[in-house]
Nanobody, 125 residues
């Protein structure tokens, strides 16, 4: 069983930065695609980013391209989401999830059997 725990969220001013971490236990992440999702109150869950298990291809939703960077450290069983130039619309609970598959269509959230508990990101003055 793969367990995921997110950390790194918090309150930040517009234009600020945060780095989220997704720590895995139970299994290594080598063969898993790992994705970040977010959900704001009253909004549907949104796929934010995904890093593939093989050559580490990365994917981003248009709204975060150029601002967010996803990376992985398999030895540490950790995936990161570095976020810059944060804006109020980035406010949400951020979740990481993993699946033994590619990142194609990750934004649907399908076949992600393992999910973290979420970490709150609030961007506000």
């Amino acid at each position: 069983q793969l367990r995921l725990v997110e950390s790194g969220g918090g309150l930040v001013q517009p234009g600020g930065s945060l780095r989220l971490s997704c720590q895995a236990s139970g299994l290594t992440l080598d063969y898993f695609a790992v994705a970040w999702f977010r959900q704001a109150p009253g909004k549907e869950r949104e796929g934010v980013s995904c890093v593939a298990p093989s050559v580490g291809e990365t994917y981003y939703v248009d709204s975060v391209k150029g601002r967010f960077t996803i990376s992985r450290d398999n030895a540490k069983r950790t995936v990161y989401l570095q976020m810059h130039a944060l804006q109020p619309e980035d406010t949400a609970v951020y979740y990481c999830a993993a699946r033994v598959d590619k990142c194609s269509d990750y934004e649907t959230g399908r076949r992600f059997a393992s999910w973290g508990q979420g970490t709150q990101v609030t961007v506000s003055t």
